[in-house]
Nanobody, 121 residues
Framework: QVQLVESGGGLVQTGESLTLSCVGS????????MGWYRQPPGKKRELIAG???????DYADSVKGRFTISRDNSKNAFYLRMDRLQPEDTAVYFC???????????????WGQGTQVTVSS
């Protein structure tokens, strides 16, 4: 089972951009569906973006038009490009391979520590 580890978080100002990486411990070619999630302070983890080799990409309304999910099989990595960041995007960000990203119990790997994104106003 390929493990995914997220990285790339940091402290940015409102309006700036950041790209998160989700790198596999091995080849990600067989990962057909994965999701990016985030957990804001004091709130539950939520799905914000998903990528499916069969149906493409999907985004939560809160990030649609600002975030872009992608994959690079040659680098064994998924990415989340985040543009026009806002203070409400402050959260710990996670990635996971899932049968259906809408349902966390279908996710295949253990949840990692995530990567912290903090957006200052």
């Amino acid at each position: 089972q390929v493990q995914l580890v997220e990285s790339g978080g940091g402290l940015v100002q409102t309006g700036e951009s950041l790209t998160l990486s989700c790198v596999g411990s091995g080849s990600i070619v067989n990962i057909k569906v994965m999701g990016w999630y985030r957990q804001p302070p004091g709130k539950k983890r939520e799905l914000i973006a998903g990528i499916n080799t069969a149906s493409g990409t999907d985004y939560a309304d809160s990030v649609k038009g600002r975030f872009t999910i992608s994959r690079d099989n040659s680098k064994n990595a998924f990415y989340l490009r985040m543009d026009r960041l806002q203070p409400e995007d402050t959260a710990v960000y996670f990635c996971n391979a899932c049968m259906d990203p809408e349902y966390e119990h279908t996710c295949l790997g253990p949840w990692g520590q995530g990567t912290q994104v903090t957006v200052s106003s």
